[in-house]
Antibody, heavy 115, light 108 residues
Framework: QVQLVQSGAEVKKPGASVKVSCKTS????????VSWVRQAPGQGLEWMGW????????NYAQKLQDRVTLTTDTSTSTAYMELRSLRSDDTAVYYC????????WGKGTTVTVSS | EIVLTQSPDTLSLSPGERATLSCRAS???????LAWYQHKRGQAPRLLIY???SRATGIPDRFSGSGSGTDFTLTISRLEPEDSAVYYC?????????FGQGTKVEIK
């Protein structure tokens, strides 16, 4: 069955970077993209960006595009989200999901930014 | 960007009642590229409806979606206790994709 397995929780200091992985299985990775969504405590869902599993094309949310980079490793069917210059308001649960329609989701990775 | 506004913010209903959730877009969402998600605390969101009206795999038929252009609706025909969650609409027609702010459904 289709699965997206995310890396474990992270605690980072302000100004640091974090890289979250999303290992996929059960489907042909290059036939779909991967979306990234986050949810800060008490807030709604925020779309961060999308990357093509076929050719690595990306779309980013404008407010994050200077600090976020999405990449893929097709040899391991894994997508990555790196967020730099972390701030306290980046504390959130980060999700990966299959493609733009997000029909299958990872369980989420909690990133805590605290001094 | 397309702004999605959901209403109401909170809906409190009894089991067996009908829930009607609204999602209004700031500009037309073409090709019906609108989805609905159910999000329970501590879990990943779950796709319910895509293409405005198509149910995702395994979704009970008490969930239905309708609408086009700028006005969309999610209907839960007979509420069950496990339907307690926050429901989000999302447009994937135009980048950046955007979500509504969510409607919380409480079961009395």
């Amino acid at each position: 069955q289709v699965q997206l397995v995310q890396s474990g929780a992270e605690v980072k200091k302000p100004g640091a970077s974090v890289k979250v992985s999303c290992k996929t299985s059960g489907y042909t990775f290059t036939n779909y993209g991967v979306s990234w969504v986050r949810q800060a405590p008490g807030q709604g869902l925020e779309w961060m960006g999308w990357i093509s599993g076929y050719n690595g094309d990306t779309n980013y949310a404008q407010k994050l595009q200077d600090r976020v980079t999405l990449t893929t490793d097709t040899s391991t069917s894994t997508a990555y989200m790196e967020l730099r210059s972390l701030r306290s308001d980046d504390t959130a649960v980060y999700y990966c999901a299959r493609d733009t329609m997000m029909d299958v989701w990872g369980k989420g990775t909690t990133v805590t930014v605290s001094s | 960007e397309i702004v999605l506004t959901q209403s109401p913010d909170t809906l409190s209903l009894s089991p067996g009642e009908r829930a009607t959730l609204s999602c209004r877009a700031s500009q037309s969402v073409s090709s019906g590229s609108l989805a609905w998600y159910q999000h329970k605390r501590g879990q990943a969101p779950r796709l319910l409806i895509y293409g405005a009206s198509s149910r995702a795999t395994g979704i009970p038929d008490r969930f239905s979606g309708s609408g086009s252009g700028t006005d969309f609706t999610l209907t839960i025909s007979r509420l069950e206790p496990e339907d307690s969650a926050v429901y989000y609409c999302q447009q994937y027609d135009t980048s950046p994709q955007t979500f509504g702010q969510g409607t919380k459904v409480e079961i009395k």
